[in-house]
């Protein structure tokens, strides 16, 4: 399955993301591979039998969040130019969204910007960091602070890289997936809850329709000024859950899931969506393993915590809504008192 990105809006060229077995690539430049040694220590093998290049060489770094800073980066950087890579040298992320996002956004600065390919190992990678082209890294302000716009040359999914994941990191990436279908295709979201995706065919064709939604929101905002913010349904909660767990108690994608049902609860507060649907999500998540609660301790302090990225309590919240199954809604105009009301329904009861 070959899905091709066409960026309509930008001076930039689009590029296919192919869903299949990775085929041989072979490239007329110098090559180097960046990935971690988890990644590496499953995998690297056999993805250096599948490339023919004019001189290939790995980097590695460490493995971890808290490795994706410019650190990291000017190490890599010192590689490549000891390694003297030139302007039309290639480089290869292997590995999840960290590797993905910090080899994006050297490709981007190396020289003014050397061309780069995504090899995403996992299903978070594959269903979202690797597709839409944003890379930066971290520091001590914040998330993803630092970064570029910049666009692979191709992204490659093979599903079988994810035999080896860890079911919890699979888990977290469908969060994602399935955020895709809640928002934008109601068949898609009747054919996840059906199908345990569990054959071959069914999970590469999941992950194709997810690639395909996100493909279709970004191609319409690559630089995020409209619809691309509807990728954030869930979000809003699940960053104020994971600041208050300090980053350690959940992954990403399952904060997201938290945060889906919240933002259903919410959804169905302002009568856009019915209870059964809000349960029908709810028991998706639950097949996947995901969590579908969290005990907020107090709700006043879990609603400031709104606005930390805003720039005052008075800026409005933007809610990214299901309507109904399928299609979405967003509203910055809700009472407090509907939020708390929402929020009061996850409380912590001191027993
Ligand atoms: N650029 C974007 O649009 C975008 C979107 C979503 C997330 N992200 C970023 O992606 C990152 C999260 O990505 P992630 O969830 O892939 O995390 P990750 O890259 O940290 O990978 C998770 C863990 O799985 C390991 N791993 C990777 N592939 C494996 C495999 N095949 N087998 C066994 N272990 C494997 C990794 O080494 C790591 O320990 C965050 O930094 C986030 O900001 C970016
Ligand atoms: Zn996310």
Do not use: C
């Not at 190396?110 to 995504?118: A, E």
């Not at 690797?130 to 302000?141: A, D, I, L, P, Y």
């Amino acid at each position: 399955m070959i899905i091709p990105i066409r960026l309509e809006s930008s001076t930039v060229r689009g590029y296919n993301v192919t869903i299949d077995r990775l085929p041989k690539l072979s490239f007329d430049t110098k090559v180097v591979i960046v990935t971690n040694p988890t990644v590496a220590g499953f995998h690297l093998d056999n993805l250096l039998s599948k490339i023919d290049a004019k001189d290939l060489d790995v980097v590695t770094v460490k493995d971890g969040e808290e490795y994706k800073n410019l650190d990291t980066i000017v190490d890599i950087l010192d590689e490549l130019f000891t390694k003297q890579l030139d302007r039309k040298s290639l480089l290869i992320a292997f590995g999840g969204g960290v590797i993905g996002d910090m080899t994006g956004f050297t490709a981007s600065i190396y020289q003014r910007g050397i061309d780069f390919i995504q090899i995403p190992t996992t299903l978070l990678a594959q269903v979202d960091a690797s597709v839409g082209g944003k890379t930066g890294v971290n520091n001590r302000f914040g998330k993803n602070l630092i970064g570029a716009f910049y666009q692979p040359k191709a992204v490659y999914i093979d599903i079988d890289f994810l035999k080896t994941l860890p079911k919890r990191e699979f888990s977290a990436g469908m969060a994602e997936l399935i955020k895709m279908s809640v928002m934008f295709d109601r068949e898609f979201f009747e054919f996840l809850e059906k199908d345990d995706l569990s054959s071959r065919d069914s999970l590469n064709r999941a992950i194709a329709r997810s690639v395909e939604l996100k493909a279709w929101v970004v191609n319409q905002d690559e630089k995020e000024a409209g619809i691309r913010a509807v990728l954030n349904y869930g979000h809003t909660f699940a960053h104020v859950i994971e600041n208050e767990t300090n980053y350690r108690e959940y992954l990403h994608g399952e904060a997201v899931a938290i945060g889906m049902v919240m933002a259903n609860l919410l959804s169905y507060e302002l009568a856009l969506i019915s209870l059964d649907e809000v349960d029908r999500v709810k028991n998706l998540l639950i097949k996947h393993n995901l969590p579908i609660t969290y005990e907020i301790r107090d709700i006043e302090i879990f609603y400031n915590k709104f606005f930390l990225d805003k720039k005052s309590s008075n800026s409005k919240i933007k809610f990214i809504l299901p309507k109904s199954i399928g299609d979405f809604e967003v509203r910055d105009n809700i009472s407090k008192e509907t939020i708390l009301k929402v929020l009061a329904k996850f409380k912590r009861v001191d027993r």
